[in-house]
Each structure stands twice: as C-alpha cells, then as structure tokens.
C-alpha cells in the first residue's frame, strides 16, 4: 500500500518559535489533509489542500500543497502551549484519485513546546 | 451539537470474549469509518461504508465485523481472532461528495 512519510518523528521547542514538518510520498496525491491529535482525543482536522501548489492558512498554521503532488508542507508560526499534540498528515489511499474511502495517514510528527 | 459519540471512552476485556464498539453519528453524514491507532503510529484504516447496508474491508479488517443498518451508527466487533486487539479505536464520518472525514473521540480498548 502506499505510506506517507512525515518527518521530523518529534520536535522540542520553545514556547514563540515557528515550527515547520513536511510530508512526502512516492505517489502522487489530488489532496493533502493535515489534523491534529490531542492525547486521548480524536484528530480534528486543521487544513485541507487540493490543488498543486496552493498555500492555505488557518490562524497561525500555513499549509502547502507540494507542486510535485508528491508532498506537503505545515508551518506553526508563533507556537504556544497548546500547540503541544501530534500532527498528521493524510491523504486518499487511491493515488491521484479523491475518494476518502481509504485515507493514508503519516505516522505523526510529535510536537511538545516548552513554555 | 452535532457530532460523533464513540462509547464508552474506555472498554476492558478478557481475551476471547468479542466486544462491541459503539459509533452514532447526528451530522447526516452518508460515509463512516473504523480505524485503529498503536502507540507511536499513524492511524490504519479497518472499515469504512458509503451507503447503509454496504461496507468494505480496509487495510486491517482481519478480526474484525461491522454493520451499517442505520445511516446514523456504525458499530465495530472486535472478535477473538483479532491477534493484538489493544488499540486506541477511532469512529469517523463525512458527508457525500470528496469531503475530509471527521473523527469522533476514540474508544480506547484493553484486552487481558
């Protein structure tokens, strides 16, 4: 099946800087979703990507849509407290298709930051 | 309020016994989804159905059974051929058309 690679797996910062973790794959996407998880909590979605190239914001996170299709981009300008939890990136399983039937999902970029 | 309930939040087992995992939905939405999350990993996706009355296998069914008689539920059974059944379980659901699905707040599972 096809895997999504994020990275970095974990990043420790302090509480103000910027934060940015990347997503890529060897097939093509048509959209990238990226959540967050709290512990213990569902993940709730932040940004969602469909076209090549887009660059989306939601407050202080800004997402990219790779132009290769093959990789995105999340940036936290700011941090704070309660950006702490797991990012994960996602997209459908079918390569270049749209169906959410059988989304892939990254294995999660842990963020703490220390206040 | 509009959303997904997983109950209970926390659900004990001894193995060999089947459990049941509950998902209900009140936001109309047509597709809903099972996936299991393990510490340290991404979550893998063990069922999903478009329509009532219709569901398919994802990458991890093996173990598993659900059923959809009703547009607002969506129940996993976590069977006793399930090998490694502790897991952190996830309900989600979007509506029709190419929409991102919304996760409800997961059922975390222990099997002794």
């Known amino acids: 099946g096809q895997q999504l690679n994020q990275s970095p797996q974990s990043m420790f910062i302090q509480e103000g800087e910027d934060v940015s973790m990347n997503c890529t794959s060897s097939?093509?996407?048509?959209?990238w979703l990226w959540y967050k998880q709290d512990p213990g909590e569902g993940p709730v979605l932040l940004i969602a990507?469909?076209?090549?190239?887009e660059l989306t914001s939601n407050g202080r996170l800004t997402a990219q849509f790779g132009i290769t299709r093959k990789d995105s981009f999340l940036n936290i300008s700011a941090s704070i407290p309660s950006d702490v939890g797991i990012y994960f990136c996602?997209?459908?399983?079918?390569?270049?298709?749209?169906?959410?039937?059988?989304?892939?999902f990254g294995q999660g970029t842990i963020l703490t930051v220390h206040p | 309020d509009g959303g997904i309930t997983q109950s209970p939040k926390y659900l004990f087992r001894k193995e060999g016994q089947n459990v049941t995992l509950s998902c209900e939905q009140n936001?109309?939405?047509?597709?809903m989804y099972w996936y299991r999350q393990d510490p340290g990993q991404g979550l893998r996706l063990i069922y999903y159905?478009?329509?009532?009355?219709?569901?398919q296998k994802g990458d991890i069914a093996e173990g598993y059974s659900v059923s959809r008689e009703k547009k607002e539920s969506f129940p996993l059974t976590v069977t006793s051929a399930q090998k490694n059944p502790t897991a952190f379980y996830l309900c989600?659901?979007?509506?029709?058309?190419?929409?991102?699905?919304?996760f409800g707040p997961g059922t975390r599972l222990t099997v002794t």
């Open positions: 989600a659901s979007s509506p029709k058309g190419a929409r991102p699905p919304y």
């Open positions: 097939s093509i996407f048509n959209t």
């Open positions: 990507l469909y076209k090549a190239g």
């Open positions: 996602a997209g459908p399983g079918n390569a270049g298709g749209t169906s959410y039937g059988k989304l892939t």
């Open positions: 936001l109309n939405h047509d597709a």
């Open positions: 159905s478009q329509i009532v009355n219709d569901f």
